[in-house]
């Protein structure tokens, strides 16, 4: 089992619509938990922390369930700029980030 | 921009060749890790360097060595290249402190090995 594990994708879903990703880790040891966006052939920019109360950055909302080793983003109003690679990330302090493989977002006009 | 830099942004090399990749910390950051993220995957951590020293390390072969230097700057360094190394090198910088440590990732070098 891979330690960190999210939706397959692509998705690919309308200007407007409301688009959820779930990402699953395997290390109950885990403390630091994101979310990172890849565009095509670029690097990886950070899109937020995930905190165990769970946070909110305008149409991004992260959750992160401990028990379930669960984390989430649900991002609303979808635009076309969204349309990118969003990768699942954790890890232990001061230890190294572990990544998802990512699930690919398209936002289609 | 995050300030991290990385150098080249491309590379060519053939099997059996040796390569060296850099990388320029933000300044204040005092930790570089590296990753090596093969198209369709995700980044796959290789080493971190924090102050110097190694500070832990993925399941790469040994023919992949680093450094980094007083100024934090760092080196990838890859042997005997294969032609399964091909791929996105990413550096990244951080401060360790705390336990929420976020990392800042540099544009990348392309590496093509044929």
């Known amino acids: 089992r891979k330690e960190v594990e999210q939706d397959p994708g692509p998705f690919n879903v309308p200007e407007g619509a409301t688009v959820a990703f779930n990402c699953t880790y395997s290390?109950?040891?885990?403390?630091?938990f994101f979310w990172y966006r890849q565009d095509c052939r670029k690097e990886p920019k950070l899109l937020m922390s995930?905190?165990?109360s769970g946070n909110e950055d305008g149409r991004f909302t992260a959750q992160l369930n401990r028990a379930s080793q669960y984390i989430s983003l649900l991002i609303r109003d979808s635009k076309l700029s969204d349309s990118a690679t969003y990768l699942c990330?954790?890890?232990?302090?001061?230890?190294?980030?572990?990544f998802g493989p990512g699930t690919r977002l398209s936002v289609l006009p | 921009e995050t300030g991290v830099t990385q150098s080249p942004t491309h590379l060519i090399k053939t099997r059996g060749q040796q390569v060296t990749l850099r990388c320029s910390s933000q300044?204040?950051?005092?930790?570089v890790s590296w990753y090596q993220q093969a198209l369709g995957q995700g980044p796959q951590f290789i080493f971190q360097?924090?102050?110097?020293?190694?500070?832990g390390r993925g399941n790469f072969p040994p023919r992949f060595s680093g450094l980094q230097f007083p100024n934090y700057s760092s080196e990838l360094n890859v042997n005997a290249l294969e032609l399964d190394d091909s791929a996105l090198y990413l550096c990244?910088?951080?401060?360790?402190?705390?336990?929420?440590?976020?990392?800042?990732f540099g544009p990348g070098t392309r590496l093509l090995v044929l």
């Open positions: 990244a910088s951080s401060l360790q402190q705390g336990v929420q440590e976020t990392q800042y």
């Open positions: 290390n109950s040891a885990s403390q630091s």
């Open positions: 995930v905190y165990s």
């Open positions: 990330v954790v890890a232990n302090y001061g230890q190294n980030f572990v």
């Open positions: 300044s204040g950051h005092n930790t």
């Open positions: 360097y924090y102050r110097e020293e190694e500070n």
